[in-house]
């Protein structure tokens, strides 16, 4: 018996080295950095003996949650009870009762017997759940089969603890819209890959994934009405190698060349359906982009009628958008848009629908009789103005379903639909303008915001990348509320967004890299308060958390500490 206590001795004093020192907040790996967190001496023992106390069902789900986590990085599960445990065990208690007023807030209270965490509703208390896991300890610290080595008759081990330091959190967002997009148009990622980019978002706290779904390379949604979106637009004969050239009349180089490889994809609906579900689970909004009126080609390669010149068209093949858009003057095409936009608001709950609007080439509509007319009849001035009649006809729509429509800054041009939310994306210019007619603006511009750039100087060492550079201190150093809002313009800027293109990302190994860290640097920017905000102190927590996306096998880049 004396050997197994021995051992027992052994085991448990080689934990307690084990357990990293606190020797200040920088230590605690919690990325975004709550709004207010407090550290003070001690830690709570977790254990398979400490009750999960769950004071209100409409929490189950959440809970639920916790007790995965803990599976997956502890070995074991609790046990839920709805009423407190009079033998004084460790426990932890889940209150409904607390009314922060605040949507996404909550409070974690973690003290040498007892942890509280409080919510006023299930996204505030995911977030808190979402804070108590990056503080376990990475590796499962002990597990009953430690006390059993070498021994023939093992004593009954009633339980492992976990040391989980003790905080005071109160805690909320610095701003409403905390988005990342993916582009899956350029290069298809799959459901289950989806689904893992959606996790990562969950764990730093992001609402929003902006699922970018059509574009001149492919069409990845299935609409039932239209099968030749998806048999035909979701398909590119080949892909370019490399990055496009032209020649000196501006078209495409004959010298460059392509993979020779067919490539396509797309999501059914019910896959579609399965993603929605799973990213609202982890209180994510899913704000699907269909694009128009331009990079609009693989919509039109299955259904050329709807373009100005005709076609035939196939699917790009190349990098950069094309001339062939949506015609203006037809209105069978806004009625076959309207179409796919009823199957798509059925799918998404999302408030706003991304109609795109971005980079529509206008060659086309100077030279489309219909086009021209529509200009004529509509007292337009030019095509800048056609393409606002056509976003403001599509809002119309939009709105009459009880959605709203969000797009890209080009959507300023020509005046801006009535109700619709910019996407600033070429600079600042955009949202500060539609901030200052009082319109909602997303801020995603390519200057800090574009994960498609590079993140190292010396470009040998990365994948090829589009170009740019974006290094992870100028993303944690981005701020998405321009200086020269007046406060009341200010309250228009919803928050940000990252955007990772992926003309030059063809695996979703590369989409991790591109992202992380830079993921885990903009949710401060989005969630910490600005005056809480530190690199240093960044970059501590987030060697720490390294070792969380280590044991997740995320391939995340490490040019963690270079300037820029
Ligand atoms: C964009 O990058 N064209 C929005
Ligand atoms: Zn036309």
Redesign the pocket.
């Known amino acids: 018996m004396k050997k197994i206590i021995l051992a027992f001795a052994l085991v448990y004093s080689q934990f307690i080295i084990a357990q990293p020192k606190q020797t200040g907040l920088a230590t605690l790996p919690i990325i975004p950095l709550s709004k207010e967190l407090k550290q003070s001496e001690g830690n709570f023992p977790l254990s398979t003996e400490t009750k999960l106390v769950l004071m209100n069902d409409a929490f189950k789900q959440e809970v639920d949650y916790l007790n995965t986590q803990l599976k997956t990085s502890q070995g074991f599960e609790l046990q839920i009870v709805n009423t407190l445990p009079s033998d004084g065990n460790y426990i932890i208690v889940l209150s409904p009762d607390k009314k922060t007023g605040a949507n996404e807030a909550y409070e974690l209270s973690i003290n040498p017997n007892q942890i509280l965490l409080s919510a006023e509703n299930n996204q505030g208390l995911y977030y808190g759940i979402q804070t108590l896991v990056q503080l376990l300890p990475v590796e499962k610290t002990t597990t009953l089969k430690d006390f059993q080595v070498g021994d023939t008759s093992p004593p009954v081990v009633k339980f492992a603890e976990v040391k989980i330091p003790c905080v005071q959190i109160t805690d909320a967002p610095s701003y409403q819209w905390r988005g990342m997009h993916l582009d899956c148009s350029r290069h298809f990622f799959t459901k289950e890959e989806v689904k893992k980019y959606i996790d990562y978002l969950a764990m730093y706290k992001f609402n929003v994934f902006h699922w970018h779904l059509t574009d001149d390379q492919g069409w990845r949604i299935e609409i039932k009405k239209y099968p030749l979106l998806t048999s035909i637009g979701s398909q590119r004969k080949e892909t370019l190698i490399g990055k496009p050239t032209f020649d000196k009349e501006g078209k495409p180089s004959a010298t460059d060349k392509y993979d020779g490889k067919s490539y396509g994809g797309f999501y059914t609906q019910e896959e579609i359906k399965e993603v929605v579900a799973y990213a609202k689970s982890k209180h994510i909004t899913i704000v699907p982009e269909i694009e128009m009126p331009g990079q609009s080609l693989a919509a039109l390669a299955a259904y050329p009628q709807y373009s100005c010149a005709g076609g035939p068209f196939e699917t790009f093949t190349r990098w950069g958008v094309s001339d062939d858009v949506y015609c203006a003057g037809n209105d069978e095409t806004f009625s076959f848009i309207q179409d796919i936009l009823t199957e798509v608001m059925a799918l998404f709950p999302s408030e706003y629908i991304h109609i795109g609007g ?2 529509c080439v206008k060659e086309r509509w100077k030279v489309c009789a219909k086009c021209q007319k529509r200009i004529a009849d509509e007292h337009l001035k030019n095509e800048n103005e056609l393409q606002s009649y056509f976003i403001t006809r599509i809002e119309k729509f939009v709105n009459a379903k009880g959605k709203k429509i969000i797009g ?1 800054d080009e959507i300023l041009e020509g005046g801006l639909a009535p109700n619709a939310a910019v996407m600033s ?1 070429r600079g600042t210019q955009g949202g500060i303008a539609a901030a200052k007619q009082k319109h909602y603006v997303v801020m995603t511009p390519g200057k800090p915001c574009y994960f498609d750039h590079y993140q190292s100087k010396d470009k040998t060492k990365e994948p090829m990348a589009i170009g740019g550079f974006n290094p992870l201190d100028s993303v944690y150093a981005y701020n998405p509320t321009p200086k020269n809002l007046t406060a009341e313009e200010a309250t228009f800027i919803m928050g940000a967004q990252a ?1 990772v ?1 992926t003309e030059y990302i063809t695996s979703f190994s590369q989409v991790e890299y591109m992202s992380m860290p830079r993921m885990a640097a903009l949710s401060e920017s989005l969630w910490t308060p600005k005056a809480k905000k530190n690199y240093k102190d960044f970059i501590v927590r987030l060697k720490a958390h390294a070792k969380t996306l280590d044991k997740m096998g995320v391939n995340y880049a490490k040019h963690f500490e270079q300037k820029k």
């Open positions: 971005d980079e890209w994306w955007n293109w």
